[in-house]
């Protein structure tokens, strides 16, 4: 089969496609004939090298967390059948024709591929900072990132909480903001006047998608560090802010969240907004735009683009 494969760390130009062997499915796992990988901003550091003691992927290596598509062979004891759509966690990269993976849920009917696939990661990160910062209903959470495709899943999780969200975004994304029901603010300098100038009494939460700035800003803000949460910027712990990897959910719970989140975007609830596909020649350019921080919702990799 062919594969998007990395030797070697560094830049977008390590990762070639290559003719790999196709995987087998282990007990408890399915493999699924890939429809649709999502590309995430792990994707580009892990092929960096910059997560080593956190990921330490074995080269030669296939990126891709999040993988969609039909199962086409299942193991021992899976609770998948040939044929069943599903999406979910890939098991040794979903940048290939074939991926294997032991966490799914089931597709609902009416979902694209692409929307699908754009759901495991941000709907279980959105839901797990907001479940962490403690948000209520009736209260103010500034997400940093709100146009981005764990930020715009955010602010949908959040409004239907009964927050009200401020999210910040360059003026280009700002309509989209608007549609999802956040008031939209730019970023950069100035940040503090502008969010003061929408919400005088201040915010009761921040949730930094972005990884781009304003923390300090945020700081100021919340007049303190607590309730402030990033899942991009790991250097915020030096300034006593929580950054946020990985949950502490089972896997069945996991999945769970992830059927429900999928159901709600059948239902029109839940929307996923599709920044671009590429096919797998050009997951290069994938991985760049993603590096870029200026992707507008969800980039999405498919063996046939």
């Given at each position: 089969m062919?594969?998007?494969?990395?030797?070697?760390?560094?830049?977008?130009?390590?990762?070639?496609?290559?003719?790999?062997?196709?995987?087998?499915?282990?007990?408890?796992?399915?493999?699924?004939?890939?429809?649709?990988?999502?590309?995430?901003?792990?994707?580009?550091?892990?092929?960096?090298?910059?997560?080593?003691?956190?990921?330490?992927?074995?080269?030669?290596?296939?990126?891709?967390?999040?993988?969609?598509?039909?199962?086409?062979?299942?193991?021992?004891?899976?609770?998948?059948?040939?044929?069943?759509?599903?999406?979910?966690?890939s098991d040794g990269g979903a940048y290939a024709e074939y991926a294997i993976a032991g966490n799914v849920a089931r597709k609902p009917a009416g979902v694209s591929w692409e929307q699908a696939v754009g759901v495991p990661v941000a709907g279980e990160t959105a839901q797990?900072?907001?479940?962490?910062?403690?948000?209520?209903?009736?209260?103010?959470?500034?997400?940093?990132?709100?146009?981005?495709?764990?930020?715009?899943?955010?602010?949908?999780?959040?409004?239907?909480?009964?927050?009200?969200?401020?999210?910040?975004?360059?003026?280009?994304?700002h309509d989209y903001l608007r549609s999802l029901g956040a008031v939209p603010v730019e970023y950069g300098e100035g940040l503090l006047e502008r969010v003061r100038a929408v919400a005088p009494d201040g915010v009761d939460a921040v949730f930094d998608t972005a990884g781009q700035g304003g923390l300090q800003e945020s700081i100021e803000l919340r007049g303190g560090t607590e309730q402030i949460v990033t899942i991009a910027d790991f250097g915020a712990t030096e300034l006593g802010i929580e950054a946020s990897a990985a949950g502490t959910a089972t896997p069945a719970e996991v999945r769970a969240a992830l059927g429900a989140q999928l159901q709600a975007v059948a239902d029109g609830t839940l929307t996923i907004r599709i920044a671009e596909t590429f096919d797998l020649a050009d997951a290069a350019k994938a991985q760049e735009l993603s590096e870029s921080g200026h992707a507008r919702g969800k980039i999405v990799v498919v063996p046939q683009a």
């Amino acid at each position: 089969m062919q594969a998007v494969v990395f030797e070697e760390f560094g830049g977008p130009e390590v990762l070639k496609v290559q003719e790999v062997p196709e995987p087998q499915a282990g007990p408890g796992q399915v493999r699924i004939k890939v429809r649709a990988a999502g590309v995430n901003p792990i994707d580009f550091k892990v092929r960096r090298g910059w997560t080593k003691g956190f990921i330490d992927p074995v080269l030669p290596a296939v990126p891709g967390l999040e993988v969609a598509g039909v199962v086409d062979q299942a193991g021992a004891g899976a609770d998948f059948a040939v044929g069943d759509e599903v999406v979910g966690w890939s098991d040794g990269g979903a940048y290939a024709e074939y991926a294997i993976a032991g966490n799914v849920a089931r597709k609902p009917a009416g979902v694209s591929w692409e929307q699908a696939v754009g759901v495991p990661v941000a709907g279980e990160t959105a839901q797990r900072v907001l479940d962490l910062l403690g948000v209520k209903s009736g209260e103010t959470i500034l997400i940093h990132g709100g146009a981005g495709a764990v930020g715009s899943v955010a602010v949908q999780l959040a409004k239907a909480a009964g927050l009200t969200v401020i999210g910040t975004a360059s003026p280009a994304n700002h309509d989209y903001l608007r549609s999802l029901g956040a008031v939209p603010v730019e970023y950069g300098e100035g940040l503090l006047e502008r969010v003061r100038a929408v919400a005088p009494d201040g915010v009761d939460a921040v949730f930094d998608t972005a990884g781009q700035g304003g923390l300090q800003e945020s700081i100021e803000l919340r007049g303190g560090t607590e309730q402030i949460v990033t899942i991009a910027d790991f250097g915020a712990t030096e300034l006593g802010i929580e950054a946020s990897a990985a949950g502490t959910a089972t896997p069945a719970e996991v999945r769970a969240a992830l059927g429900a989140q999928l159901q709600a975007v059948a239902d029109g609830t839940l929307t996923i907004r599709i920044a671009e596909t590429f096919d797998l020649a050009d997951a290069a350019k994938a991985q760049e735009l993603s590096e870029s921080g200026h992707a507008r919702g969800k980039i999405v990799v498919v063996p046939q683009a």
